[in-house]
T-cell receptor, first 113, second 111 residues
Framework: AAGVIQSPRHLIKEKRETATLKCYPI?????VYWYQQGPGQDPQFLIS???????DKGSIPDRFSAQQFSDYHSELNMSSLELGDSALYFC????????????FGPGTRLTVT | LAKTTQPISMDSYEGQEVNITCSHN???????ITWYQQFPSQGPRFIIQ???TKVTNEVASLFIPADRKSSTLSLPRVSLSDTAVYYC????????????FGAGTQVVVTP
């Protein structure tokens, strides 16, 4: 069965650079979520989109922005990167905004040097 | 948002049943309970969800008492591949998709 696709899987950036992470949800899923998991920490909700509109927002820094496109894929844009942004970034998708069952992707490991 | 408390870690042997109890004393009427499993460097995986009483699927069972102040995830006959972190989450219908992960339970299964 098709799963959530995230690209790139690994990304190395320097401080103050920008990064763009991409997420392709499971076909027919209309809701996308972004989570950040720092080393040794638990996943933290960043932001979600339902039918291309932002549906909820968590602890996402102002330096980060995201959007969902007409084909339902989503991109997380991160600017002025800091060392503390080094983390695993997971994207998840679900069918409908009222589903507790979210399907997570393999994650993008971002390293900021 | 209801705060959850669960054991930091649990050890088990292969073939045993593992029960992880999560406390959520201030759970609200419109809150649901869901459990996720996470292996190192992988995204969390949905296990089960419930509102009250008992829910069972092919992977686990979830027991929720009448007062809903706690819930117990039961993993029958665990194997080495069940070694993972298990998260209990309380989700409000007001912010349905916003999964807020707290400290999970590291389950270690040994032969």
């Amino acid at each position: 069965a098709a799963g959530v696709i995230q690209s790139p899987r690994h990304l190395i950036k320097e401080k103050r650079e920008t990064a763009t992470l991409k997420c392709y949800p499971i076909p027919r899923h209309d809701t996308v979520y972004w989570y950040q998991q720092g080393p040794g920490q638990d996943p933290q909700f960043l932001i979600s989109f339902y039918e291309k509109m932002q549906s909820d927002k968590g602890s996402i820094p102002d330096r980060f922005s995201a959007q969902q496109f007409s084909d339902y894929h989503s991109e997380l844009n991160m600017s002025s990167l800091e060392l503390g942004d080094s983390a695993l970034y997971f994207c998840a998708s679900s069918l409908g905004a009222s589903s507790l069952e979210q399907y997570f992707g393999p994650g993008t490991r971002l390293t900021v040097t | 948002l209801a705060k959850t408390t669960q054991p930091i870690s649990m050890d088990s042997y292969e073939g045993q049943e593992v029960n992880i109890t999560c406390s959520h004393n201030n759970i609200a009427t419109n809150d649901y309970i869901t459990w996720y499993q996470q292996f190192p460097s992988q995204g969390p995986r949905f296990i089960i969800q419930g509102y009250k009483t008992k829910v069972t699927n092919e992977v686990a069972s979830l027991f929720i008492p009448a007062d809903r102040k706690s819930s117990t995830l039961s993993l029958p006959r665990v194997s080495l591949s069940d070694t993972a972190v298990y998260y209990c989450l309380v989700v409000s219908t007001d912010s349905w998709g916003k999964l807020q992960f707290g400290a999970g339970t590291q389950v270690v299964v040994t032969p």
